[in-house]
């Protein structure tokens, strides 16, 4: 059966709720259609490894809306049902149910899956944590304070290395880098990060790719290393990071590279858009193609692309600054701008040794992030550097930089 879907938003994430209300927001009063392929209500993502797997949260309260909000909105929501074919000269989705929908435009934010090890899907005691069911499925897990093993030395399993810790479970940490969370906060930040574990009890091996989930019976019993040694543990957690849910849109016309390719406009081809962590576009300040899974980015695009669908010819171009934020244990890390690249980092205020500080990553000689630990207030008046693309050279005379 098709059916005229209107505006058709495929994924009920931040980034297309974020769409399908700016859409009505914006006056749009047409049919509008929002798919999910999971079969709840659309939630927030990141509390799923802090306060739901700790169990301060429960399920209901991750929902993005209201039940109420998406029928007041005229929104309707098909749920349950992945889409499986896109058919862009025909403008018509097909969906895994058979039903398929036409559009006038199409946005697509369809979010990114947890990256899994080689032979380790479906074994009994392996973990991810991308979705609600996969925290509910880990925090059981936990209840019984098993020994967890995390692959992945990144913000989701830092994460989850407090939240463990403080339920009473053995936690080990392994990470190929030789520095846990240096890809997301330089060696320096991260080697302070992973002192604070350390001081919590988590073990932490690094400069060690795991090979395998080793298993007995069906069941993980814990990893095997590339140099050879075992680790055992009595439940697996592969923190390893996530890919772009694209598959989808194979053979679709769409150009497909580390997500969906978009112009700055976040078009991805005739009538289609894409959003959030799935979409990838070209940065106007630098020139640089971005993909960015975090909460506020899916968030502004979402917005951003409802804006531009009803502007027509005076589209604009997305442009943010990104921003992030972690919590372990007592200790709130938030970061603005991109850290990653960075060839200098340099401490504003405070300590890594007082763990509360902010700092500034550069690069090329240019700010391209600052993060606070502890520092609210004073990492916001950062931002400002960023928003100009300021050079280093120009900031360091107006900040108190003590390192």
């Known amino acids: 059966m098709t059916a005229s879907g209107g505006l058709v938003v ?3 994430s931040a980034a297309g709720v974020a769409a399908a209300e700016g859409l009505r927001h914006g006056g749009y009063d047409g049919p509008l259609t929002l798919v999910g392929g999971e079969p709840h209500l659309p939630y927030d993502r990141p509390p799923l490894s802090k306060q739901l797997l700790s169990g301060v949260w429960e399920r209901e309260r991750l929902r993005l809306r209201a039940p109420e909000t998406y029928s007041d909105l005229g929104i309707e929501l098909r749920l349950g049902v992945r889409a499986t074919e896109l058919d862009m000269a025909a403008r018509r989705v097909r969906l895994a149910d058979g039903t398929e929908l036409t559009y006038s ?20 005691g392996v973990y991810t ?4 069911e996969d925290a ?15 692959v992945g030395g990144g913000f989701v399993g830092a994460e989850a290395a407090a939240v463990a810790r403080g339920l009473g479970c053995e936690v080990t940490l392994v990470t190929d880098q030789q520095v846990p969370l240096a890809d997301a906060v330089g060696a320096e930040v991260g080697t302070m990060l992973a002192e604070v574990h350390r001081e919590r009890g988590v073990r932490i091996v690094t400069g060690s790719p795991v090979k395998e989930v080793i298993a007995e019976d069906g069941r993980a019993v814990g990893v095997l290393l590339a140099d050879g040694r075992v680790l055992r543990a009595q439940a697996v957690l592969v923190g390893i990071g996530a890919r772009p849910d ?21 078009r991805a081809g005739d009538a289609v858009w894409a959003a959030g962590d799935v979409a990838s576009w070209p940065d106007p300040v630098t020139g640089e193609r971005l993909r960015i899974e975090h909460r506020t980015n899916a968030s502004e695009q979402g917005m951003t692309v409802a804006r531009n669908v009803l502007a027509g010819p005076s589209a604009t171009a ?30 504003v205020e405070g300590s890594l040794k007082q763990r509360a500080f902010t700092a500034v990553y550069v690069r090329d000689g240019y700010v391209t992030a600052a993060l606070g630990v502890g520092m609210i207030r004073q990492l916001r008046a950062l931002r400002r550097l960023l928003t100009t693309r300021t050079p280093w050279d120009q900031a360091r005379t107006s900040l108190p930089v003590t390192a």
């Open 10 to 12: 495929v994924g009920a």
């Open 105 to 124: 435009n199409l946005v697509l934010a369809t979010g990114a899956r947890a990256r899994m090890l080689p032979g380790a899907q479906g074994l009994t």
């Open 129 to 132: 944590l991308r979705t609600v």
């Open 136 to 150: 509910l499925a880990l925090r059981t897990a936990l209840a019984a304070h098993p020994h967890l093993l995390i």
């Open 246 to 266: 694209t598959d989808w849109l194979t053979g679709s016309g769409l150009s497909l590279h580390h997500g969906i390719v978009c112009d700055s406009l976040l």
């Open 318 to 347: 997305f442009q943010t600054v990104p921003y992030v934020w972690s919590d372990q244990y007592d200790l709130k890390i938030q970061i603005y701008g991109g850290t990653r690249g960075a060839d200098a980092v340099h401490i």
